[in-house]
């Protein structure tokens, strides 16, 4: 059995994480907002879900709630998220710090705080869910795919910077999930993934001992391809 704390977990891959996690024996802290819909999944779930109410942006509000778990997580699952697809030819600078705010900077509030807790008992996981859409900018989305950039970027950068701390780095890198943030802006996406196989894909790589979490495999590939396209081609395609 392991302790989980799962950010973002009133919907789409945080609640299906949250609801695997205990099917499969472990304690699970589900973190979000919507503290009525935690409640709700608790009331179903039994007693191995931990439901509190947190906004990731808030940092007082985080630093309460982690220093008062009754116990030290074995994961940390950075999940919370917020994506703006809006209108290709405007430009909202506030979006951009709304969505760093919660893709960058919260997940940033919770490894501050478990850093050196996780470095003094020798061990800890930190997975951050990314994207690949964080690979190379689409249109339409630029602050989302800039601010899981950043979060790789970030999680791959501390994996080699603290390599002696027994702290594991996990990026995971999903492509199109079906969930609350992508309705209604489906069209043009393709090889989309329920949030529940999204879910166990996740968990198997993490008991796996995996670092990096890519799928689907045809996605993972082309935007590897993607990447090696000249950025001058790569934006007469995309316009």
């Known amino acids: 059995m392991a302790v989980y704390l799962i950010t973002g977990a009133s919907s789409g891959i945080g609640l299906e994480m949250t609801r695997l996690a205990v099917a499969r024996g472990h304690v699970v802290y589900a973190l979000a907002r919507?503290?009525?819909?935690?409640?709700?999944?608790?009331?179903?779930?039994?007693?191995?879900?931990?439901?509190?109410?947190?906004?990731?942006?808030?940092?007082?509000?985080?630093?309460?709630?982690?220093?008062t778990l009754p116990e030290l997580p074995d994961v940390v699952l950075l999940n919370a998220g917020l994506g703006a697809f809006g209108d290709k030819n405007k430009f909202n600078r506030d979006a951009y710090e709304r969505i760093f705010a919660v893709?960058?900077?919260g997940a940033l509030n919770f490894i501050g705080e478990f850093y050196e807790r996780f470095r003094e008992r020798g061990r800890g996981v930190f997975v951050g869910?990314?994207?690949?859409a964080g690979e190379r900018a689409l249109p339409g989305w630029p602050a989302y795919c800039a601010s899981k950039a950043a979060l790789t970027t970030?999680?791959?950068?501390?994996a080699i910077s603290y390599r002696k701390t027994g702290i594991r780095y996990v990026t995971v890198?999903?492509?199109?999930?079906?969930t609350p943030m992508t309705a209604g802006q489906q069209q043009g996406m393709f090889l989309i993934w329920d949030a529940k196989r999204a879910?166990?894909?996740?968990?198997?790589g993490i008991?796996?001992?995996?670092?990096?979490?890519?799928?689907?495999?045809?996605?993972?590939?082309?935007?590897?391809?993607?990447?090696?396209?000249?950025?001058?081609?790569?934006?007469?395609?995309?316009?």
């Open 34 to 67: 919507r503290i009525d819909i935690l409640r709700d999944e608790a009331a179903r779930l039994g007693q191995l879900m931990r439901p509190i109410e947190c906004d990731v942006t808030d940092r007082a509000r985080v630093h309460e709630v982690c220093a």
């Open 103 to 105: 893709n960058y900077f």
């Open 129 to 132: 869910v990314s994207s690949l």
């Open 154 to 158: 970030t999680l791959e950068g501390m």
């Open 173 to 178: 890198r999903p492509s199109f999930i079906d």
């Open 199 to 204: 879910a166990r894909y996740i968990m198997d």
């Open 207 to 239: 008991e796996a001992g995996k670092i990096d979490i890519a799928f689907p495999l045809v996605t993972r590939f082309l935007v590897w391809l993607a990447r090696m396209i000249p950025i001058r081609l790569y934006r007469a395609v995309m316009r």
